[in-house]
């Protein structure tokens, strides 16, 4: 037993609906994405003990445990660079806390007010401040701020080394709107996106579009996990965590300028044993969940965690049918990801993954058995595979 | 005008923005496995080792990639857009790269791998910056 394979899974999900304006509190938000989660596994607040969170949530497990009257906590910890980050890693620190023994059921949760900015400040709209310390040092003060300005600078080395374009970076774009059309809960339900309309939005970073970017969101989202023993006797069918992974590396030390010309980043380090744990290939995956903060990070993903050779994710997205439910071999972002359903760092995808898993989606794949699922790469990140039951 | 964030030198870097005050690119160069290093580090992010000495480097170098930035995330680049951030592959050591601004071209003037070379402006505050320019 050297790894976390088949030691935990997710029981219940949860969340509220994705907005520009939530009307309340990022704790109000968190609760109630915990709370549905909860009542999702059949759970009460005796049985969860146990609270990860995202380093920049907000909220203070200890006050959520108050208001949702949680009698005791046994594990609280946090996964730093969450953010982008952060969705998986949360729910790693879940599974390891529960394989352990030192929790019976832990919440992993993301809420916040970022769109509103009442709580968070929107991260689109950069840093006001003026002055630049540590790693920003050497960043801000030439005019580097927002992360999409710095994924812009390994975007376009892409296209240099590979021949890569930003239609590529548009196929996945298309591929969360067409889900998000499908999905009456995302925020970009009823505004269809075509190739054209990416290829003609403005530029933001070039050769960032703005449809390259994902949506600024208020909301809530949670999932909870407990060992595969205690999840035979809850409501749900359970998710099991057949692999996951943390990685990061030196490459990272400029906070989200990216080094791709290295053979290894966070994302090759995240999904080094990923496969081999869990006694897959690639070819076993049936539907993918790539943190989508920003396309061409997505394409990247494909070559990284090895769905195609480097430089090769072109070739593999081709015209982008293949990631389109319900006609496409391998479905992305079903509900419509970071980039039309809801930016709730990555968390929003991880429901999704297990409604897939469960047989629940709106954007069904038949007999999905495994889904892969990543946090945001140029940062340090985090990577699993889940399996629902046969 | 607003202006781009002064940077706060870091404990450890100070030899490097007091270098740009004088004109010049002062890296660190390890006293052991004499790599140069970029960003400043307390240790040899080869070796380990903790010897090293400040050195003056050609300011001189070949562009790795670049974006035009045209939207306007800080007060300080409004009236400033669009302007091209460069990560500069520096002469003095293939794999040493560094964060800058181009200045004095057009956006489509810029092309990968085209040579530049570090020109000096003050941030309002005072503190030289080095920014890069297209060498022609």
Partial sequence: MNSISDRACIVGIGHTEYSKDSGRSELKLACEAISAAM??????PGDVDGIAKYTMDNNDPIEIARCLGLPSLRFFGEVAYGGGGGPVGTVMLAAMAVATGQAKAVIAFRAMNERSGRGTPRFGQAMVADTAAGPMSYLAPYGLFSPAQMVALAARRHMHLYGT???????IAVACRHHANLNPDAMMHGRPMTIDDHQSSRMISDPLRLLDCCLETDGGAAVIVTTPERARDLRQKPVFMAAGGLGGGGWNNRFMVRDIDAPDNEATVAGRRLFADAGISHDDIDVLFLYDHFTPMVLMQLEEYGFCARGEAKDFIGDGSRFLW?????????SGGNLSEGYLHGMQNIIEAVRQLRGTARTQVQDARYAFVTAGNAVPTSAMILRGEA | MSTFPRPVPEYGSEPFWAGCNEGVLRFQRCAACQKLRWHPAPICTYCQAEDCAWETIPGTGRIHTWTVITHPVHPGAVGKVPYVVVEIALDAQSD?????????????EVTMAAPVEVVFEAHPDGQQLPLFRLRR
């Fill in chain 1, 39 to 44: 009542r999702d596994a059949g759970l009460g």
């Fill in chain 1, 165 to 171: 374009e930003s239609r590529h970076f548009g196929a």
């Fill in chain 1, 326 to 334: 319900p006609h496409g071999d391998l479905p992305l972002n079903t």
């Fill in chain 2, 96 to 108: 040493l790269r560094m964060i800058s601004r181009l200045v004095e071209c057009e956006p489509d």
